[in-house]
């Protein structure tokens, strides 16, 4: 077999010198599973395309991170309104794009990333062309609208990793891929709100938006490819006809219980991103809302290296439940510096959660049908994000900016223990027998 990613196979023959591993104490005994494999991103950094995709990845989601934090801060300081105000208007934006999402990967699938790329910049230069500069309400419209044609930017990206890579280390480069947005939430969020203690944020959220068309435009250019085109072949060796796939053949209750784990996930996320802007505002800190969040995506940026480099995977609902419980204690934070401490221990769990999500997705769904498929597991990240921003909002306003990390950690530790045991091994068993009594059944039927 061989991939259109630029020649992965043999190039870890010629990793030599020293095999970098580290053992995690206590985290699988003696076994390989607690073993931090470092030469897995050695062998599959030699791919040039998905170095191309991870620079590519870093720099289209660098605006979409800024974008957010600055839109959050114009409506709360430039319009005056209140945080559950600002977490609607990001709900708004992300409810459009969950709405998007499907269809739109279900194009790439059929289409192509040219084809439907086009038209996002085209409706997201009109949009934040003019929504900086009106007031709250046709902000929230504008901003809808902008995200119903938004650049799929993160299913384009991971649809070039995973096809870029050999699937025994594609769990690896999905970690690289976080490794990457977790570098772009470092950088972008820290530069716009310092741009925006500086200018006035009507200009900052402009400028941030055209640099997010720039990037569309960029992504257009580089054209990565997403879909493997090699033809599939018959038992005789002849390549076959490709049949379209059916999304009632995928689109069942594995799929759909991921997706709710990637939910539950973003939930925590969205919400904590803006307890974390209530709470440094609340201490008179708010030029350092830039560095606390870097330290937290610094954490995440750890966790997806180690996670990436283990030699086995985890449930995601066993990571989920670990972020929600190291969530929650950010609400105990007295100043900047013991909030940034308790950031970086909860980052730890970010990017392992996402990575275990995504890869769950791409081993249950077709190859032929990733595109929507990726379209639907974003959907259901931005549908998280869309819940826990006003979740949260509506408990800082109400009680305090402790009460929106806390609510969102009970939110996500309620999926984990849900979404843990439908998964479990002994779940996994009861619905096999009783699918099997259902077969006996049908067949004693059938002979009568």
């Known amino acids: 077999m061989e991939w259109r990613g630029g020649g992965v196979s043999g190039r870890g023959a010629r990793n030599g010198g020293v095999r970098g591993e580290i053992r995690l104490a206590g985290v699988g005994g003696g076994c390989d599973s607690g073993r931090v494999q470092f030469h897995r991103y050695r062998r599959i950094l030699a791919n040039q395309a998905l170095r191309r995709a991870l620079v590519l990845g870093f720099l289209v989601r660098m605006p979409i991170f800024t974008g957010g934090i600055v839109l959050t801060l114009h409506v709360v300081s430039a319009l005056g309104r209140t945080y559950a105000a600002a977490g609607l208007v990001s709900a708004a934006a992300t409810v459009a794009i969950a709405v998007s999402g499907p269809w739109r990967g279900r194009l790439l699938d059929r289409m192509g990333l040219r084809r439907v790329v086009v038209p996002s910049l085209f409706v997201a230069a009109a949009c934040w062309s003019v929504a900086p500069f009106v007031s709250y309400w046709p902000l929230l419209v504008l901003a809808s609208v902008a995200g119903l044609f938004v650049v799929p930017t993160f299913s384009i990206i991971r649809q070039a990793i995973i096809v870029a890579v050999e699937e025994d280390d594609r769990r690896t480069a999905i970690s690289l891929d976080s490794v990457a947005v977790e570098l772009s939430f470092m950088v972008g969020p820290a530069l716009g709100v310092w741009a925006a203690t500086v200018w006035p944020t009507q200009w900052v959220l402009f400028g941030i938006q055209m640099l997010g068309v720039a990037a569309g435009v960029l992504l257009w250019v580089a054209d990565p490819v997403i879909r493997d085109d090699r033809p599939v072949l018959d038992d005789q060796g002849e390549p076959a006809g ?207």
């Open 242 to 448: 490709a049949a379209a796939v059916a999304r009632s053949s995928w689109f069942r209750p594995p799929f759909l219980v991921i997706c709710l784990g990637a939910t539950a996930t973003t939930l925590v996320l969205g919400g904590s991103d803006l307890a974390f802007v209530a709470a440094l505002r609340d201490f008179g800190s708010t030029s350092s809302i830039g560095w606390v969040l870097a330290v937290w995506g610094g954490g995440s940026l750890v966790g997806g290296l180690v996670y990436g480099g283990l030699h086995r995977s985890f449930s995601a609902f066993w990571l989920l439940g670990g972020l929600a419980v190291v969530t929650a204690p950010m609400a105990l934070a007295t100043g900047a510096p013991s909030l940034a401490v308790l950031a970086f221990v909860a980052g730890l769990f970010c990017a392992p959660t996402i990575t275990a999500t995504v890869d769950q997705v791409s081993r249950v769904v077709p190859a032929a049908a990733r595109g929507e498929a990726m379209g639907w597991h974003g959907s259901f990240m931005t549908a998280g994000m869309a819940l826990g921003a006003p979740m949260a909002g509506a408990a800082i306003d109400h009680v305090g900016w402790g009460a929106g990390f806390l609510t969102v950690a009970v939110v996500g530790l309620a999926v984990a223990l849900v979404g843990a045991a439908a998964t479990s091994g002994r779940a996994r068993r009861h619905r096999a027998e009783r699918a099997g009594r259902v077969e006996e059944r049908a067949r004693a039927a059938a002979t009568v």
